[in-house]
């Protein structure tokens, strides 16, 4: 049971142009809390500052000012208390060609974080436990898909994969930066709805990423429509998207497809 | 997810080529491994050949520096490759010059190895001013030019060992290959699988030993093939100038004695041939793995052939279990 709470994040980036600096401001002042068993979605444009939340809440860049508590508590950013804390948040990566090393087999992908973490187990027990996670994202057969290579995989093959590099350490929090969006259409059905069944399974937090209202609405609890760096609107995900407030939100919806919309259009003209 | 699994299955392996060869080469594949083609096989064979003739040569043939009164005597039963001018056994200087060469190439390309691996790799994945340290010193090193520094450097010091030479060529030549696998870490660094392994909580040093250095095998050859090259070259030229290690027999050695006795002029071709064609043709064979090398680093210099072209296409059979398996 973990719940991982963002209070007025900001991320500047330097820019360097010349002689000049310039300061871009990529987050800008993000609350939120993510609660077991629920799922956040934070929708936005390309540059909106998503993925820079994703990267603030994995510890992977420093915010700039702002906190990240944990159970109430400040994160720790080094020794005993980040390698705690990388055991509860985890994260699947957008693109499942690029975050699975080339060089090394399926297994060796599920088994450094479970000997990270549970460094007592022997042998066997990892290997059994690299089997039943490959089994829990339904890649069968285990053995086989096991001693594969990430190019021998398809992508949505590979997406299991990362998906369960994720549940390896038995995180509370998971962050899933756009895990479809690389993926062909017809799977990405399938894969949604692993990570949903996978979170009611293990009682998850889930932060989903994504710039696709439809999957948002479908998927998550809560919306944050994020614009510019700055969290423009939050609210009850068919709320946010039956009802939208904001302008850029009625933007962003007005710019997905719908058929229905279209076919009165088409019979109206 | 059955029919999905299915479908990654590799096709090549089934296709018209015979099973054993399409094994062979996804064992290749997964070792890491250049596809064996004609290139390849050329680079191998002569360098292989000219490597076991310098290891084994010396110990089959007559003393390199036992001076006969013959004088210059062209190849004979006796001389199988001729005599030089002071009647010394020209197969056998041979032996020995290759021997001496290889060495000089094997140790400076080790320590090229780790010159440039240190500056280049550790620097770029350390980042900050680490990196900005280790690359200011590269960029000193890659201005710095090499040929004046070792003739410098060679003409100061008398009595110079094989190690001096190998150091001094070593010491001007791991900069340019330092900035290619700086390039090449700092990509790499950024890669989602290496994000993913510090969200995993992996070590710094791990992350660097374990998920990025295989990465770079193939970079790292080729780098340190070039650097053999560059070495054994690099030493013939300063032994041609009277400038190498002293006392030690080597190709450059051998060219330089040749022209100091005249060999061109008076037509001693067995003198000066062998070591100068052994030099090229070393090089060539080194020059060939590396292409075959960089074909792994860099995919579009792969050119396929037809058969390969040809082992793509699905088999008539699998062609209608792809029908029956879409009606």
């Known amino acids: 049971?973990?719940?991982?709470?963002?209070?007025?994040?900001?991320?500047?980036?330097?820019?360097?142009?010349?002689?000049?600096?310039?300061?871009?401001?990529?987050?800008?002042?993000?609350?939120?809390?993510?609660?077991?068993?629920?799922?956040?979605?934070?929708?936005?444009?390309?540059?909106?500052?998503?993925?820079?939340?994703?990267?603030?809440?994995?510890?992977?860049?420093?915010?700039?000012a702002g906190r990240i508590l944990i159970d109430g508590e400040p994160v720790q950013r080094r020794g005993g208390g980040l390698s705690r804390y990388r055991r509860t948040v985890?994260?699947?990566?957008?693109?499942?060609?690029?975050?699975?090393?080339?060089?090394?087999?399926?297994?060796h992908h599920l088994e450094r974080p479970i000997r990270l973490h549970q460094p007592k187990l022997s042998r066997d027990e990892v290997h059994r436990r690299v089997l039943h996670l490959l089994e829990r994202v339904r890649l069968t057969p285990t053995e086989n898909v096991a001693a594969r290579r990430p190019h021998q995989l398809s992508g949505g093959q590979r997406q299991r994969v990362a998906i369960a590099r994720a549940l390896a350490p038995g995180p509370g929090v998971l962050i899933a930066d756009e895990p479809v969006s690389m993926l062909d259409v017809s799977i990405r059905l399938g894969v949604l709805n692993l990570l949903a069944t996978l979170q009611r399974e293990e009682d998850l937090g889930v932060l989903y990423i994504t710039h696709d209202l439809a999957t948002a609405r479908h998927f998550a609890d809560e919306i944050l429509v994020m614009y510019r760096g700055r969290i423009v609107e939050r609210g009850d995900a068919d709320e946010v998207i039956l009802r939208p407030r904001h302008e850029y939100t009625k933007t962003l919806a007005a710019a997905a497809p719908n058929p229905e919309r279209r076919l009165s259009e088409l019979r109206g003209g | 997810m059955a029919l999905t699994t299915h479908a990654a299955e590799p096709v090549g392996g089934t296709g018209g080529l015979p099973a054993g060869s399409a094994a062979q080469r996804t064992r290749r594949r997964r070792l890491g491994l250049p596809p064996m083609t004609a290139k390849l096989a050329t680079g191998l064979i002569i360098s292989g050949?000219?490597?076991?003739?310098?290891?084994?040569?010396?110990?089959?043939?007559?003393?390199?520096?036992?001076?006969d009164d013959i004088g210059l005597t062209g190849p004979s039963s006796a001389h199988l490759m001729g005599t030089t001018q002071t009647g010394q056994d020209v197969l056998a200087q041979l032996a020995y010059a290759t021997r001496g060469s290889l060495t000089i190439g094997a140790i400076v390309g080790v320590l090229t190895l780790l010159l440039s691996g240190f500056f280049g790799v550790v620097g770029a994945y350390a980042g900050g001013w680490v990196d900005e340290v280790f690359s200011l010193?590269?960029?000193?090193?890659?201005?710095?030019?090499?040929?004046?520094?070792?003739?410098?450097?060679?003409?100061?010091?008398?009595?110079?060992?094989?190690?001096?030479?190998?150091?001094?060529?070593?010491?001007?030549?791991?900069?340019?290959?330092?900035?290619?696998?700086?390039?090449?870490?700092?990509?790499?660094?950024?890669?989602?699988?290496?994000?993913?392994?510090?969200?995993?909580?992996?070590?710094?040093?791990?992350?660097?030993?374990?998920?990025?250095l295989p990465n770079l095998i193939p970079l790292l050859a080729s780098q340190m093939v070039f650097a053999v090259i560059f070495a054994i070259l690099g030493e013939a030229g300063l032994s041609y100038l009277g400038l190498g290690a002293s006392g030690s027999i080597s190709w450059g050695t051998m060219l330089y004695y040749a022209q100091n006795g005249l060999a061109l002029r008076l037509g001693a071709w067995w003198w000066f041939v062998p070591p100068g064609l052994l030099l090229a043709l070393f090089g060539a064979a080194l020059s060939l793995i590396n292409f075959s090398i960089d074909e792994i680093i860099n995919p579009k210099l792969r050119n396929q052939t037809r058969a390969a072209r040809r082992s793509w296409l699905m088999s008539r059979k699998q062609l209608e279990t792809a029908k029956e398996a879409t009606l």
């Open chain 1, 90 to 107: 985890q994260m699947v990566f957008q693109d499942p060609f690029a975050s699975l090393n080339p060089y090394h087999t399926v297994e």
């Open chain 2, 49 to 67: 050949a000219i490597l076991l003739f310098g290891l084994l040569g010396p110990f089959v043939v007559q003393d390199p520096t036992r001076v």
């Open chain 1, 1 to 64: 049971m973990t719940t991982l709470t963002a209070e007025h994040l900001v991320k500047n980036y330097h820019l360097r142009r010349g002689l000049r600096g310039g300061t871009l401001r990529a987050v800008d002042d993000v609350s939120f809390t993510l609660e077991p068993g629920r799922t956040v979605a934070l929708v936005g444009q390309s540059g909106s500052g998503k993925s820079t939340i994703a990267k603030l809440l994995l510890q992977l860049e420093r915010p700039t």
């Open chain 2, 137 to 212: 010193f590269t960029n000193i090193m890659l201005v710095i030019p090499g040929l004046p520094l070792v003739i410098v450097i060679s003409s100061y010091v008398p009595d110079k060992s094989l190690w001096l030479v190998a150091l001094v060529l070593s010491l001007t030549g791991w900069a340019g290959s330092a900035r290619v696998l700086r390039g090449y870490t700092l990509s790499l660094r950024n890669r989602d699988y290496v994000l993913a392994s510090r969200v995993a909580g992996e070590k710094r040093w791990r992350i660097l030993t374990v998920e990025i």
